[in-house]
Nanobody, 124 residues
Framework: QVQLVESGGGLVQAGGSLRLSCAAS????????MGWFRQAPGKEREFVAA????????YYAESVKGRFTISRDNAKNTLYLQMNSLKPEDTAVYYC?????????????????WGQGTRVTVSS
């Protein structure tokens, strides 16, 4: 079992920044690839970013590329998402997730463990 708890969401103006954190406990965090997903009001959950178990391979959705940065600190069992140049369309509940795979994954179907989500609201 892996327990995931997100934090760092909030209300920010367009153009601003937020840093999300995801604290993991339970099974060995460092052996799991991790990802961030988001769900906007009235929409399906979508992939945002993923990172492999070592942090050497990273992949972003086109909509956030160049603005968001995913990283992990395996010594602290924590996953991060630095979000810059935020837009109103980034408004969503953001979820971190862990997969059994060590290689990064973009499909939410391959993620087994999920946090409860943290809400990000970007005002125009």
């Amino acid at each position: 079992q892996v327990q995931l708890v997100e934090s760092g969401g909030g209300l920010v103006q367009a153009g601003g920044s937020l840093r999300l954190s995801c604290a993991a406990s339970g099974r060995t965090f460092s052996s799991h690839a991790m990802g961030w997903f988001r769900q906007a009001p009235g929409k399906e959950r979508e992939f945002v970013a993923a990172i492999d178990w070592k942090g050497g391979n990273i992949y972003y959705a086109e909509s956030v590329k160049g603005r968001f940065t995913i990283s992990r600190d395996n010594a602290k069992n924590t996953l991060y998402l630095q979000m810059n140049s935020l837009k109103p369309e980034d408004t969503a509940v953001y979820y971190c997730a862990a997969t059994y795979y060590g290689d990064l994954q973009t499909s939410e179907k391959l993620y087994t463990y999920w946090g409860q989500g943290t809400r990000v609201t970007v005002s125009s």
